[in-house]
């Protein structure tokens, strides 16, 4: 049944080649007792290895039951080891912390027995060697001729063909040898038995086959067998360790290291309770800002204005795609918003007010309304003046509260990069975006070089532009009103003593990061310039004869009674627009209403903006859906958008508190790579340890990944255990925690771990650990299992 033919093996160490094996032909029957003897160095222990597979042969071949294992993989041999081999060894190679009765059955759980059948087998077989009271011991509770009579149950569990045994007796007295030889004689009545043994006294009384070996040779064969040709029925079964054994097997282990696996238990669970600790608190605070903000913001406005929006579509494209967001140069560059973005203007209508105010009255507080402040502004190059052109320019309001300094929000929001902020109403700004960018026909507007790669800052400190009230800029002429000038003399009402002068005193900038910065870039004026205007426009004679009249008093067109048209009443139109050739005709082509020719005169009562005030956060929810209700089916131009105040400052809130988390979760992830890196020494110092388990597995016919199996096991207990025992502590830390926090802050319950939070730290230690023990876990299945075996 095994045949040796012309088997060589040698062994390199430098320049050195040892011949172990040379040439050896040796034929052996299916059931004999075969001694082999000879001298240390003979080549008797590999040529039991290589009968075994526990080593591999340089030439030759080597024969099972007709069947060459000439190409044999990694995984025949493992098979082979397992089906057809069972070793017993000299130092008995037992998992010590293992019971006896589960090293009896590791052979047969690698090859897939049922465990109830190879439970009855491993009882049946220590019945066999005279164990059956000692079943549930551990080696250690066992003498040496016990032991080696667990060894031979083991290798004879699996009911393999061959038993190989490796000074089985070298071991024990003489009394136990006997025995044990009684025991070895009597298996080899059905079995192939081949031992090798330095004694010959033993050899010669119980061996039927005494062959002696010397120099790699076989030099004599008492009962040799001639060659014969057999047919091949041999069938390998690979062997399989699953996940669950690899962890019962690596469980029992940990359990003999109590202290060790908790304190490194412990110590990995340090990085799991800091991350876990931040995420509780966090979780905590979020939810205590979320119900500030539910209360303190409740009545924060949702805003709806006519203000022009700049959708931006991505960084600057075109001749601005290399110009860095806030440089430090002070140069303007003018730009064509169309090549990289999209405005949107809401429209309001009578009919939309009407909507709004048709609004449950149990969802808010009050709604206000912003009017629109349309002033007569001139501005001028030195040569010839202008309208300033409001369609092409921002020109609005900056707030400022009730006796507070005109530039307080200014000076909160905006970096000055030239010049001042405003001191006096009479002193504007100009707001450039955050590329230090003005388009070019708001650069037109002012009189600039629009066409320019840049303009210094400099040189527009001091710009001035007029402001014309409404007895200046118009007079009577018969029973309308005309302007009080021509396009080819604007520069008399620009020069007049009556005209207000309105000096540029800086050019501002948004902060950077800052989301409170919204004004448009353009012009920014101080409240008290447009609410003196307002108040000496409503006293002025064109607005008092205008609401008498039925008719345009510029023009004399009967007006609408309908609603508002998209002339005068337009949100950047102003009369100073019809002092162009034709303007005026336009104007006329339009049907107006009275509110549209009162709100081009600064009398209007469309609002500019609205402000709607929810009752709380539940309601200001039922108050954008409403709105959102508005633009259902409409076309994206005649869509109003509007601005949830409420939500950036939630969304501020929240992207702060996340930044925070997120900077001290990474604080916390450097004690996890502290921990991977100390698992990854434990699980190295526990290959170590278990260097010889590692060779009777693989004796047993193991594969190597049945291998890394068992040490990824081990780590997966630990992560799991770490895992664990962090939660726990951090559930327990959170009692003193929140008490220390509810006596500095008297807010109550703060840290409240997530339990979804809670599970993905759990699985994180658990990968962790794994991705620790990984090279480890390779390193001990790339173990050579003759050389495992070796270790002590």
Request: glycine share 8%; net charge negative.
């Amino acid at each position: 049944m095994l045949q040796l033919k012309n088997i060589t093996k040698s062994y390199k160490t430098g320049d050195f080649t040892q011949v172990a094996l040379d040439k050896v032909n040796l034929n052996f029957r299916e059931s004999e007792f075969v001694a082999i003897l000879g001298q240390s160095g003979s080549g008797k222990t590999t040529l039991l290895n290589i009968i075994g597979g526990l080593d591999q042969y340089d030439s030759g071949e080597l024969v099972i039951n007709g069947q060459s294992t000439e190409h044999f993989k990694d995984a025949d041999w493992d098979a082979y080891r397992n089906n057809s081999v069972g070793f017993i060894f000299q130092s008995y190679n037992l998992i010590s912390h293992l019971s006896i009765t589960d090293n009896v059955e590791m052979g047969m759980t690698l090859s897939g027995v049922d465990s109830g059948e190879k439970h009855r087998k491993a009882l049946e077989v220590l019945e066999k060697v005279g164990l059956k009271e000692h079943v549930h011991k551990k080696p250690n509770q066992l003498s040496g001729g016990q032991m080696q009579r667990v060894a031979i149950a083991r290798a004879l569990a699996n009911n393999p063909d061959i038993i190989l045994a490796d000074e089985p007796t070298g071991a024990l007295d003489t009394e136990t040898s006997e025995q044990i030889m009684e025991l070895i004689k009597k298996i080899a009545e059905d079995k192939l038995v081949i031992m090798v043994t330095h004694n010959p006294e033993l050899a010669e009384s119980y061996a039927d086959r005494v062959i002696r070996f010397s120099d790699g040779h076989a030099v004599s064969d008492s009962n040799p067998l001639a060659n014969q040709k057999t047919s091949s029925s041999y069938k390998l079964k690979e062997t399989s360790m699953s996940f669950f054994t690899a962890l019962k097997l690596s469980g029992k282990n940990i359990a003999t290291k109590k202290w060790r696996t908790g304190l490194t238990a412990f110590a990995s669970s340090i990085g799991i309770i800091g991350i876990a600790l931040i995420l509780s608190l966090s979780n905590g605070f979020d939810k205590q800002i979320n119900t500030y903000e539910t209360g303190a913001l409740s009545n924060f406005p949702i805003q709806i204005t006519q203000t022009p929006i700049n959708v931006e579509l991505g960084p600057p494209a075109g001749k601005d795609s290399e110009l860095p967001s806030y440089p430090k140069e002070k140069k303007l560059y003018p730009y064509d918003p169309s090549e990289n973005s999209s405005q949107h203007t809401n429209v309001l209508t009578k009919e939309y007010i009407e909507y709004l105010n048709q609004i449950d009255p149990e969802l808010i507080d009050g709604i206000s309304y912003t009017r629109t402040v349309n002033m007569n502004v001139l501005v001028s190059d030195g040569k010839k003046a202008a309208a300033l052109d409001k369609s092409n320019i921002g020109f609005t309001a900056y707030p400022s509260k009730q006796g507070s300094e005109a530039g307080s929000y200014l000076e909160q929001y905006y970096d000055v990069l030239e010049g001042t902020f405003p001191a006096k109403p009479t002193d504007v700004v100009l707001i450039l975006d955050e590329y230090n960018r003005l388009t070019e026909a708001a650069a037109d507007a002012l009189g600039l070089d629009y066409k320019a790669d840049s303009i210094n800052l400099g040189d527009l400190i001091g710009k001035q532009l007029k402001l014309v009230m409404n007895n200046d800029y118009y007079r009577k002429n018969g029973g309308q009103f005309v302007v009080n000038g021509t396009a080819a003399n604007v520069m008399d009402l620009y020069n007049s003593p009556k005209a207000v002068t309105l000096n540029i005193v800086g050019v501002l900038r948004g902060q950077e990061g800052s989301s409170i910065s919204t004004l448009s870039p353009g012009i920014a004026y101080s409240d008290e310039l447009a609410a003196s205007f307002i108040a000496d426009a409503q006293k002025s004679e064109i607005v008092v004869a205008q609401e008498k009249a039925d008719f345009n008093v510029l023009t004399g067109q009967v007006l609408s009674d309908g609603a508002a048209g998209s002339g005068a009443g337009g949100a950047g139109t102003s009369p100073m627009g019809m002092m162009g050739p034709g303007r005026g005709a336009a104007l006329g082509a339009v049907s107006l209403t009275k509110e549209d020719v009162l709100a081009s005169l600064g009398a209007t009562d469309i609002p500019n903006s609205v402000s709607l005030y929810p009752i709380d956060f539940s309601a200001k929810e039922s108050v954008t859906a409403y709105l959102d209700k508005w633009n259902e089916g409409r076309d994206a131009k005649d869509q109003v958008e509007y601005t949830d105040l409420a939500a950036i400052v939630t969304n501020i809130s929240g992207g702060i508190m996340d930044g925070i988390t997120m900077v001290l979760v990474a604080f916390a992830a450097i004690s996890l790579v502290v921990s991977l890196i100390m698992i990854g020494i434990i699980t190295y110092i526990s290959v170590m340890e278990r260097t010889k388990e590692i060779g009777v597995l693989r004796a047993l016919g193991a594969r190597k990944k049945d291998i890394t199996r068992v040490f990824n096991a081990e780590t997966f207990i630990i992560g799991a255990c770490s895992g664990l025992l962090g939660i726990g502590i951090t559930y327990l830390l959170t009692i003193p925690v929140n008490a220390i926090l509810y006596n500095l802050t008297e807010l109550s319950n703060v840290a409240q771990l997530n339990p979804l939070h809670a599970f993905i730290l759990g699985v994180i230690s658990v990968g962790l650990t794994m991705i620790g023990g990984f090279i480890p876990a390779k390193m001990a299945a790339k173990k050579d299992p003759v050389t495992a075996l070796r270790s002590e």
